[in-house]
């Protein structure tokens, strides 16, 4: 029986705050005048503490494994890599 490998995307791995319901009115262009509503998004608890500027700022700066391009904006990271990686930090 063959296992199969698990992946985080992004959104699994960083957290985010909760923001507030907004209206947003544009200022210029075509669509001056008019409004929009931003709806409201709830907290996220990902397995870090950290933003996904945080956790891409670490990628590039070679702290945090590779992830693995999918193909098209699919971007994971193996669950071991990730892990083990968690298991370095606090060692």
């Known amino acids: ?3 199969r490998e698990q992946f985080y995307r992004a959104k699994q791995i960083a ?3 909760a923001t507030p319901e907004k209206i947003h009115v544009y200022k210029t262009g075509e669509n001056a005048g008019k409004t ?5 998004k709830p907290a996220r608890q990902g397995i870090l503490p950290i933003s996904e500027k945080t956790l891409w700022t670490w990628v590039s700066e070679g702290k945090f494994p590779q992830p693995i391009r999918m193909g098209g904006n699919v971007t994971v990271w193996r ?3 990730v892990q083990k990686w968690i298991e370095e930090q606090s060692a």
């Open 15 to 17: 957290s985010a705050p």
């Open 36 to 40: 929009r509503k931003l709806n409201a």
């Open 1 to 3: 029986m063959q296992t």
């Open 79 to 81: 669950a071991s890599d």
